[in-house]
């Protein structure tokens, strides 16, 4: 994926999320310093919207970042992919160095 395909996918899901809150996006626009109007012409593609200021409007509308970035780029999210290593046992070796942190710790060889 093309770095413009990504730009269209995120706002298109931040337009998705900006019409399930429709009667509160004005609040959302202040709590992040913005006019009134702002994210819709930003979804419209009449604006543009920066890094910062895109966390900051999922965060005042409570998305959960990780969630909202695999879903919007089609990718599994860290968690998704952690329990996929454990599907297939890649889990092991880390656990193995784990159990082996945790006995040098308890013989205080660390």
């Known amino acids: ?3 413009d395909t990504a730009i269209e996918r995120i706002l298109d ?3 998705s999320e900006i019409r399930r809150r ?5 609040e959302i626009e202040t709590s992040i310093g913005r006019s009134r109007g ?3 012409k930003v979804c419209a593609r009449e604006w543009q919207i920066s890094l910062d200021v895109l ?3 999922l965060e005042a509308m409570d998305i959960e970042l990780d969630g909202f970035f ?3 780029l089609d990718v599994a999210p860290a968690s998704e992919r952690y329990l996929e290593e454990l599907d297939d046992g890649r889990e092991d070796q880390g656990l193995a160095e784990i159990e082996e942190l945790t006995r040098a710790f308890e013989r ?3």
């Not at 429709?22 to 004005?26: A, E, T």
């Open 13 to 15: 899901a931040l337009a």
């Open 1 to 3: 994926m093309n770095a």
């Open 22 to 26: 429709h009667g509160h996006i004005g």
């Open 55 to 57: 966390m900051s409007a």
């Open 38 to 40: 702002y994210l819709s």
């Open 108 to 110: 205080d060889d660390l």
């Open 70 to 72: 695999a879903t919007a």
